[in-house]
């Protein structure tokens, strides 16, 4: 988590607005810098100050989690500090990282039930040659 005593000198030595809300939402999320550029304006919800950034990879699930717990941190360091007008935009981000989350286990669940598409194994394609030949 950022030093907030450091956040206002770094705030200002930023020139626009944009560049003070990209570093925004980094604090905010810990997001990767790909997560933060490829940020598509769709995802955006304004109403609840909201970002969608999509995770697809199941190998990316404890990225997530750290998200998550950031934004858990930073919801009550909101909280406690009394900054009510970040409550709802954190809350957003992290009821979406909790979906993302549960997305992701039902992936993994599905990748590790075993299908029977009735197509022998190798296995059993020698033994049944094996047992001819020796017949």
Not at 117 to 130: D, H, K, Q, S, Y
């Amino acid at each position: 988590m950022a030093d907030s005593r450091r956040e206002p000198e770094v705030f200002a030595g930023l020139r626009s607005h944009r560049d003070r809300a990209l570093l925004a939402f980094w604090v905010a999320t810990g997001a990767r810098a790909e997560e933060l550029l490829t940020i598509k304006q769709g995802g955006t919800v304004v109403g609840e100050q909201a970002i969608g950034v999509l995770i697809v990879h199941a190998s990316e699930r404890s990225r997530l989690v750290e998200i998550r717990d950031n934004l858990l941190a930073r919801i009550l360091e909101a909280e406690r500090e009394g900054w009510l007008g970040e409550i709802g935009g954190l809350r957003s981000s992290l009821t979406y990282a909790e979906e993302e989350i549960a997305q992701l286990d039902a992936q993994i669940a599905r990748k590790q039930e075993a299908v029977d598409l009735g197509i022998p194994i190798f296995r059993e394609i020698v033994a049944r040659t094996t047992a001819v030949v020796a017949s």
